[in-house]
């Protein structure tokens, strides 16, 4: 049963389903509403708020939560930075960031929408369940 409808930057209908991390999910909060879930995952899990930037093009691409071992985790789970065309940045502004995506100014990106909280803190809930309880024991956090 679909609980939220929006259309996506290239103006396609995107429905998502609760309770379910599908590639529609995945490619929600990775095109353009990673921001938000990221904020919400540092505000639970008091986890930092990093920045992605593709090395080559030196652009920020992507938003997540630094884990204590230097991987990052965000809607597709766990992820190495090591050994990719990723650099992790550190963000010390979370919310200013969030606000300079609300405000429309950043890099002028129509990529980066307006942060949708609401269906994060939705989403939060299932990635914080699927991925970080194993870590979490793992890792004694």
Not at 33 to 38: D, E, G, M, R
Not at 65 to 75: A, Q, R, S
Not at 88 to 115: H, I, K
Request: charged share 20%; net charge negative; aromatic share 10%.
């Amino acid at each position: 049963m679909p609980i939220y409808n929006r259309n996506t930057v290239q103006g396609t209908a995107l429905t998502l389903e609760h309770g379910v991390i599908n590639k529609e999910v995945e490619a929600y909060f990775c095109n353009g509403q990673c921001h938000a879930l990221a904020y919400i995952l540092h505000k639970r899990l008091d986890l930092p708020f990093v920045l992605l930037e593709h090395a080559l093009y030196e652009e920020i691409i992507h938003c997540a939560v630094l884990l204590p071992d230097g991987d990052y985790l965000d809607i597709k789970g766990v992820h190495n930075p090591e050994g990719s065309y990723l650099k992790v940045l550190p963000c010390n502004d979370p919310m200013g960031f969030l606000e300079s995506c609300t405000e429309g100014n950043l890099w002028d990106d129509q990529a980066w929408m307006e942060p949708d909280l609401y269906l994060a803190q939705r989403y939060a809930t299932l990635v914080i369940d699927k991925y970080y309880g194993d870590i979490a024991i793992s890792m004694n956090i």
